[in-house]
Structure formats: C-alpha cells, structure tokens
C-alpha cells in the first residue's frame, strides 16, 4: 500500500529543479508526474492515479516495481556495511559474487572479469578507456579510435557522447573527443539504400569494413554498438549484421563491445542482445536491467583476451599494468546486493522468455492496431523493446511537423487512460518491464488505439 505524500503546489516542482534533456519553462508549463509509489507494473503519482509503466522508469525496471526480495537484499547489506571503498585493498562480498556471477552467466560469450561503475554512461566511458589501455599493454599503442553507428545511444558523459550517432545530444558540446567515428546504422525503414534486410546488413558491414580501412586499421582499438538501438527509435538490425560486424572486427583485430545497457537480462526474449545475434563481443556493457535500477549500478564485463593484458607476473609492472580507472561508488554494495537478488528473479521467472513471449504478442497487436491507423508508419521491435513511428503520410513517410506535437498529444491521452508511454517527438519507445503480461499488454495496445483516435488525423 502506498502511502501518500501531501501534493505539492506545481510550480515548487520546477522552481529549483533543472530537469535532463528539459527546458526550464516547458518544464513550468506542463509540470512531471510526481511518482510516489510503485507495484509491479503499475506506478502511483501524488494524486493516487495509477498507470501502466510502459517504460519501465527508463528502460531498466525490468523485475517490476516493489520487489520485496530486491528491498529486503538491499537492507540487510545495509545492517552489515553500507558502503566501503574497493580501491587499494579492499572490497564487499556483494561485488565479489556479483562479478562471479555475471561471468557464470556471461560464460558462454566468455567473459572473463567485470569492472563497476555507476550506470550505463560511465560503463561505456570504462569500456573506452579499457580498450585504449589494453591495445598499449599489447604492444599497439597507436590503436586508440572508436568507431560506432549513426542513431547509437552510449551516454552523456564526454567519451559516451562522443560515440553517440544523434547530433541533437553531441552539439552542444562540441569538439567532443577525437578519435570517434559514426557509420550507417541498418535502419531497414529509413535509409535510402534497399529495402531488402540482408542487403542492407550486408551494405552496413561493408560501410564498417571500409570505415576502419580509411581509419587505418592499425589505428582502431574497437567498434561500439547496441544490439538493438533503443534511444535512436528502437531501430532493430537484419539478423545477418551482427555476426557480419563480427567478423568485419575479426578481419581487422578490432575489439567488439556491445553495449547491453538496454538489451542486457532479458529484454529482447533471450539473455544478452549479442546472444539473440548469435554473437560473442570481447566486451558487454551493463546497466539498467543489471538491478532493476533499485540502486544505480553498471558493469563493464570483459572476455579473457581483453583481462589478461592487466594480468602480469611481474612485479615492476604491477602499477603500470593495472586499469587506471575507478569512482567512488562503483561497485557499490547496496546496489551489488540489489542486482545479486534481481537476478534471482529474472532467471527463476524466465523473465527473457516472457519477455519474448509478451513481445511478440504485443508487437502483433500494435500491427494490428496499425491496420486502422495509417499514420503508424512503422510498427518494428524485438522482445519487449518496440517502436511505433508515426507519420503523416505512410507512403512516403513524410514526417509531421514538429510543432504539431501529434506524439506528445497521443501520449498525454494515453496518460489520461492510465497508460504511460514514452515519446521521443513522433516515435514511442516502449519498454515495458519484463514481468508485463498478455493482459496488460492488450491493456496497452488498446489504450493507444483509443488515444490514436481520440487525437485524430491532423
Ligand atoms: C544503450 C545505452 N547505453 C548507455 C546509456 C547511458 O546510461 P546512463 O543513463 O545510465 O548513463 C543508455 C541510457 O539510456 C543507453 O540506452
């Protein structure tokens, strides 16, 4: 039972609070949901109103809301020791077993060894600077370039944003660090080569071959991709890009990190997103589903090629060959203990099952739904990741104009039926958590039907 807050007047919600990725008087004007409680799938605001998370917070409440299991794990860490610093000699057991842990599960990519962070941006950031510091223990120094693809979404911090393929995030900031590079993303809706999914995966691999010859392929220490790009429009690649990207890495002795901040545990109906591939990276970033976001946490989790270059026998190189990398709380102990219990619940539920399951039934009512509404331009997804792309004229997929705010406008009615849904201009990226069911999935389907029509053509 959720116990209440007194509401807060609206304007104290924005007065001091600068909100990501908002503008101060739009956040004035259309004050955010204060969220006060949250039971599996549902959320709770101040006004009682419950909803369906359609975004599992931001992509990572994969086990639900409220797990007592995960609450209960956090507090009796907390009786032992809240925190304690894993630089210079010491550790908690929570981030020993949980490295233990996501290498037994990681055991088929081969993963070796986990390194901590404190989510998905910073997780990336260690996975640049690994890669940089292990081509120099290997005697390749000059291999410092990350190439990555155009729509990806690593993060904000300067190397994450740095490989991220949306300008919108990166211009702000710019010069961002040298060094990055973007190719083609197989975007098998938009992209103005075929419509054919294997050719395009075919054209993409070759776009990245290419790349890192013209890069000098003696100069790139790794490419950097999502499984399937979350943030960019839930764009899914054809089946045959990753083990292409693979083998095109392979070809040139360049590390492939995949970055499972999103597709990590579960959400894409199989374990990892490199696994649904059929594809080994030396490197997996997590995030996100790693603990359900009860307390942050990411891991950067690498294979024995990448671990052992900061392995040495030889003691005069023991500072020198260490990862000079590490923040305060990484690895944190509440948030190890967290993702230790979370992911007792993701396997004993066979929440990547369900989420494939789920996935499907709701992608195939979303298509359905898109039979009577033609401004659902592209209905695409993979497990419980799906993007609804709306446009104002389906043949050529002439976009709407932004100030007509016909996404906004469809996700407000949707927040009024009890259904939140997230919006990125006109495209939705749903990400419900993994424990939805066929109910509630037909509870969101449904509720976007009505909002669709309610809203109307414009
Ligand atoms: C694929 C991917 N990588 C990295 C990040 C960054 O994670 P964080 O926001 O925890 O820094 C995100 C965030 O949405 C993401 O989707």
Redesign the pocket.
Known sequence: MTMLAPSRPNDTLTRHMLYPFTNASYAAKNPPLVIEGGEGVYIIDSEGRRYIDGQAG???VNVGHGRDEIKQAIRDQLEKISYYSQFGGTTTTPSVVLAERLCAMASHEGMARAFYSS??????EAAFKLVRQYWRHVGEPNRHKIISLKR??????LG?LSANGTPAYKEHFEPLLAGFSQVETPHVYRNPFTEDPEALGRLCAELLDREITYQGPKSVAAFIA?PV???GGVIVPPANFWPLIRAVCDKHGVLLIS?????GFGRLGSMFGSRHWGVKPDIM?F??GINSGYV?L?ATVMNKRVADAFVTEDESQFTMAAFWHGNTYAGHPLACAAALANLDIVEREHLDRNAGEVGSHLLARLRDVQQRHPTMGDVRGLGLMIGIELVKNPDTKEAFAASANYGSRIAEKCKQQGVLLRNLGDTFILSPPLVLTKAQADTIADTFESAITDVGRI
């Open positions: 931001l992509w990572n989510g998905g941006s910073e997780a990336n990806a979404y690593h993060g904000v911090t994450a999502e790009q979350g943030a970055d499972e901040v999103v597709t970033v995030a996100k942050p990411g």
